[in-house]
């Protein structure tokens, strides 16, 4: 019975690679050609390797490429130095436009529902929604907080307490 060392220094002597091995001692080569003369097994793995071998590289599809390498390597070198500039050209500061919108647009913005939301909670606008519902706030003189929504189309009145 063979180790998987004995089988990969077998398959390797097939392939011609077993020189390439590490660690091989220097004799190993002449060991590996006895144990074939003697063991039908590794004799057997060797010459099946190196059928498929033959094999592999008879049935190899050919590719030819239609432009040489400088032509492949000249596009890669163009995409790299595009996605350069396209990276300075992002870090270029913006137009006067880009600023506004960028910064104020959103300030704006949140004010306008600080505004709002105060607006609503001191019940000085009503929130109206499609189809007539409304939100009021009906607070009464004695402060409990109550919100009253009532739908008008669905003929439903619900109440919030706070």
Known sequence: MKTNEQYLELQAYADGQ??????LPPGRRAELE???ADDAEARGLVEGVRSLSQLVRANEPVHTVPASREFYWSQIQRKIESAERAGTRAQTPASPRGFWLRWWLPVLGASAVAVTSFLVSVGGLPITRAFGETAVSDRGSDSSGAVVFRSESEGVTICWLD
């Open 34 to 36: 006895r144990m074939m």
């Open 18 to 23: 077993l020189d390439q091995l590490e660690g």
